[in-house]
């Protein structure tokens, strides 16, 4: 007869209940509401695009080599975590010799996946200056100095004695000028570049620098973002020469200053006159919304894609599909059921091969203890769960079921074996070792080569033979040992 309250304090135990209490803590279940207003149960444990549904993309790097391919995976990595997405995968892919990126996201659409990055990510705010030209001639201070511009027949101008077609450049008091267009009234605009992507090295987040307002179909966002001294001290030269407009009652400068995001034109602001000619470290960025979630969706994008930075490379997403939601909780259902099924059938056999209960309740409270120890170590690493680490689970417990049978007929040998109980444990663990050392000699190359469902395959067989051998087994033949007595 088993001493139940004997066995509970045996060390082996009271280990595997401290590791079970831990993994609860660690996958940390918790309720949530539901947009329909129901109430249900979510936790830690992240979950792959199989489960959660979610977004996938192939990328095209137009120019790829090993440098811009690293380059893209961690602008990509930065603009998603930023985004707030944590359920994400994105890894190199080889097709025919050619290298792609593969990105997944969990929990977004493919609009929303395709928004995030599709975007170059080139930055720049620029301020232009209308310049009136009068009989061939114009004279305009810039940086406080004084500069002659001549207009030629040919539509090109000359400023400095440097002759300019239109969409040319020229850098004058350090700033680059592009000579942007001459209207039909003679008014030559040139455009003035003060910002670029390198120079944002904050963007606010929190509620005092970034906000959402409006009502009904207008909406805006705006939030501030830290510059570079540079870019300040540029701010502050080229806007010293403007000059004031007055509108409904308050004073702004002659030019906005202009916005934006891979030469699309985000927004034009109004630039205070009490900001003329200042070191200005830090501006407001802001944009249009067609609602609140549109406007929170478009101000977390751009804030996503100014931390991040520039691509290195052009890409072009050659492949787009979406798994719904739905879809994926049927997949998490179908992976749960498939484990509960694994283990019924375990137990199913492992009856008629016995037919005692007392083995077989330990039997399957131990693969039920070794599923949950692998989930809480999931949660507690941040590892995701996917179908192919599902996979793994369940070869987990195969193994595990084998090292129980092999330990439960050990320690079930004739009496006239005249090895004692403790030996013949030690002997069914000799080769519960060597099966697990074989399985993870097998695994450590999948899991170091492999890409994407492999190396999550890999993974979880490995973490749960390890859970197995450690913690579950031994409390498992100190079980059989009392039940033997």
């Known amino acids: 007869m088993m001493n139940f309250k004997q066995l509970l304090k045996e060390p082996r135990i009271i280990i595997v209940v401290v590791f079970i209490l831990l993994a609860v803590l660690a996958i940390g279940p918790y ?4 947009d329909e207003g129901t109430m249900s149960f979510d936790s830690n444990i992240k979950q792959g695009i199989d489960m959660k549904g ?29 985004y707030g997405v944590k359920e994400k995968q994105i890894r190199p892919v080889e097709i025919e010799g050619e290298w792609y990126i593969q990105l997944e996201m969990a929990g977004a659409d493919e609009e929303e996946l395709k928004e995030l990055i599709q975007r170059q990510g080139k930055f720049e705010a620029t301020i232009d200056r ?3 030209v009068e009989n061939g001639t114009a004279m305009f201070n810039f940086n406080q100095k004084p500069y002659d511009i001549v207009s030629l027949s040919s539509g090109a101008i000359e400023i400095d004695g440097v002759v300019l077609e239109v969409s040319d450049t020229i850098e004058l008091e350090g700033i680059r000028l592009k000579y942007v267009n001459r209207t039909d009234d003679d008014v030559i605009i040139l455009r003035a570049f003060v910002i670029a992507g390198e120079d944002v090295k904050q963007v606010f987040r929190d509620a005092q620098h970034a ?26 030269a080229v806007t010293s020469d403007l000059s004031k407009d007055f509108s409904n009652g308050r004073s702004y400068l002659s030019s906005n200053i202009d916005l934006y995001l891979d ?118 690493i941040q590892w995701t769960i996917d179908l192919a680490a599902i996979a793994g689970i369940i070869a987990a417990i195969g193994s595990g079921v084998d090292d129980q049978i092999i330990i439960t007929d050990e320690s079930d040998k004739k ?33 170091t080569v492999g890409a994407g469902g492999v190396r999550g395959f890999a993974f979880t067989t490995i973490i749960g033979v390890v859970i197995g051998v450690l913690f579950t087994r031994p409390a498992f033949a100190k079980v059989i040992e009392y039940l033997r007595r």
Request: with cysteine; hydrophobic share 45%; glycine share 4%.
């Open 54 to 82: 979610g977004a996938r993309a192939l990328i095209h790097l137009k120019d790829a080599t090993d440098d811009n391919l690293r380059k893209t995976i961690i602008v990509l990595e930065k603009r998603i975590d930023s």
């Open 211 to 236: 906000r959402i307002s409006g009502a009904g179909d207008n909406w805006h966002f705006e939030f501030s973002i830290t510059l570079s001294s540079e870019a300040a001290q540029r701010f502050a």
């Open 130 to 132: 209308n310049i009136t």
């Open 263 to 380: 030469d699309d034109l985000v927004d034009s602001l109004r630039i205070s006159s009490d900001l003329q000619g200042k070191i200005q470290p830090e501006i407001q960025i802001s944009g249009p919304g067609d609602s609140r979630d549109d406007a929170w969706r478009n101000m977390n994008q751009l804030q996503s894609i100014l931390e991040s930075g520039a691509l290195p490379t052009e890409i072009e997403i050659v492949q787009m599909n979406t798994i719904s939601p739905t879809l994926g909780e049927e997949f998490m259902k179908s992976a749960v059921i498939a484990i509960l099924f694994s283990i019924l059938a375990v137990s199913v056999v492992i009856y008629f091969r016995y037919k005692d209960p007392r083995i077989v309740i330990p039997i399957i409270l131990t693969s039920c203890t070794e599923v949950l120890l692998i989930f809480g170590f999931a949660a507690f």
């Open 415 to 447: 009496k006239k074996d005249e090895l004692s109980l403790k030996r013949k444990l030690k002997r069914a663990f000799f080769i519960i070792f060597a099966s697990a050392a074989t399985t993870i000699a097998v695994m450590v190359p999948l899991l």
């Open 31 to 34: 309720p949530v509401m539901n």
